[in-house]
C-alpha cells in the first residue's frame, strides 16, 4: 500500500509540474496569407524556429489580404504579422485602403529579408518584356487583395504601362488569378518568385518571369507607385520555378509586425529567436538565406520598431537609431 501511495503521489507531483510548465508558456499567434501563397511557407518557418528557441508556443493564423492579416494585430486578434513593409507603410499612414482608419498601433518586430516578385507569363507564349503586355489578359479588380492593384501597376509602369494599359480580367486574389492563369484565362499575371504555387503552374503549363526594364527611369516609375518598391536582379536556382536566367524582379521586403500594447519580453523573444536562428529558418524555406542578422534592424521610412525590439537590437549591436 505504501508503494502504491508513493508511485501514485509521484504521478501526481509530476502532472503538476507539467501543467505548471505550460501554464508558463506562452501562446501567440502570428498571421499571414493561406497556404499556397510563399508568405504561408515562411511564417510557419518562423514559428516554428520561435516555439523550439522560446518559451513562446506560436501558432499561424491566414487570411486572404494584406489588411486582414494586419488587422488582426491592429484589432489584438493576433500578437504578430508576416507581410510586406509597403503594405504595413499605407496601413500605418492611413492611404488607398486604409483611407481615414489608419492602423497606428502597428510596430515593427524585425525587418526579415528582401522580397521579390515578378510578372509570369508561359514559356512559348511570345511575350518578351513587359511592353509585350499591353492589350493582354491580365488580372484586375483584386478584391480580396487590393495590394495586387500597386504590385501590377509599379511593375507595369517600369515600360510606361498600367492596369489601364491591359485587357483586363477581374480576379479576387493572387491564387485565383494563378489558377486563372494555368487554365489558359489569362495571359500574364503576378506572384512571389519562389512560392509552392509558381512551381505547381510551371509544371501544369511551363512559366518565365519577365526581365523588366532595368534603368534609373524604371526604377523611379516603379518607386513611385509606393517608396518600399525597387528593382533587383535574381539569378536561376533550383526553387525558383520560371526565373529561366539572370533576371530583373521588383523588390521590397516582408516583415514581422506586432501591436505596440504587446510587452517587451514577448517581442523580445520572438526577434531573438529569429537573430540565433538562421539555420533553422533557411531549413524552413531557403528565402531565408537572404536574411541576414544587420537586416532584421533595417530602417524603414514609415514604420517604428516596437521597443522589446528595440532593446534586443541594441544588446547585440545592431541598433542604428536613437
Keep these: ?14 502532472a503538476a509540474a507539467g501543467l505548471a510548465g505550460a501554464a508558463q508558456a506562452q501562446t501567440v499567434s ?10 504561408n511557407v515562411q511564417a510557419q518557418a518562423i514559428a516554428k524556429v520561435v516555439q523550439e528557441n522560446s518559451d513562446l508556443q506560436m501558432r499561424v493564423v491566414t487570411f486572404n489580404a494584406p489588411a486582414a492579416i494586419m488587422g488582426a494585430v491592429q484589432s489584438g486578434q493576433a500578437e504578430f504579422a508576416f507581410t510586406s513593409n509597403d503594405e504595413a507603410g499605407v496601413a500605418v499612414e ?8 489608419p492602423m497606428s498601433d502597428l510596430r515593427l518586430a524585425v525587418t526579415v529579408f528582401p522580397f521579390k516578385v515578378g510578372i509570369l507569363v508561359r514559356k512559348d507564349s ?11 489578359r491580365f488580372p484586375i479588380g483584386w478584391q480580396g487583395f487590393l495590394q495586387g492593384i500597386p504590385l501590377s501597376n509599379a511593375m ?3 515600360a510606361g504601362l498600367s492596369l489601364d494599359d491591359m485587357d483586363g480580367v477581374p480576379t479576387a486574389n493572387l491564387l485565383r488569378a494563378a489558377d486563372d492563369f494555368k487554365a489558359g484565362r489569362l495571359d500574364a499575371t503576378i506572384f512571389a518568385v519562389g512560392a509552392p504555387k509558381m512551381a505547381e503552374v510551371d509544371a501544369a503549363v511551363g512559366i ?7 534603368s534609373e527611369e524604371a526604377g523611379k516609375a516603379m518607386g513611385a507607385v509606393r517608396p518600399e518598391y525597387h528593382l533587383a536582379e535574381q539569378s536561376p536556382a533550383p526553387h525558383l520555378a520560371g526565373v529561366v536566367g539572370d533576371t530583373t524582379l521588383m523588390e521590397y521586403a516582408v516583415a514581422v509586425l506586432t501591436n505596440a500594447s504587446v510587452d517587451d519580453d514577448t517581442v523580445y523573444k520572438l526577434v531573438k529567436a ?4 538562421k539555420e533553422g529558418l533557411v531549413a524552413g524555406h531557403p528565402s531565408f538565406n537572404a536574411m541576414t542578422q544587420e537586416g532584421l ?26
Design 126 to 136: 511570345g511575350i518578351d518584356s513587359v511592353s509585350d503586355l499591353k492589350g493582354k
Design 274 to 277: 529569429i537573430y540565433e536562428n
Design 30 to 39: 502570428i498571421s499571414t496569407l493561406p497556404p499556397g501563397a510563399i508568405n
Design 156 to 158: 507595369l509602369a517600369t
Design 1 to 14: 500500500m505504501k508503494r502504491l501511495f508513493t508511485v501514485a503521489a509521484s504521478a501526481v507531483i509530476l
Design 94 to 101: 492611413g492611404l488607398d485602403e486604409h483611407d481615414g482608419r
Design 208 to 214: 518565365k518571369f519577365l526581365d523588366l526594364p532595368d
Design 297 to 322: 534592424a533595417m530602417h524603414q521610412p514609415r514604420l517604428e520598431y516596437h521597443p522589446g525590439a528595440i532593446r534586443f537590437f541594441k544588446e547585440v549591436g545592431i541598433w542604428k537609431g536613437e
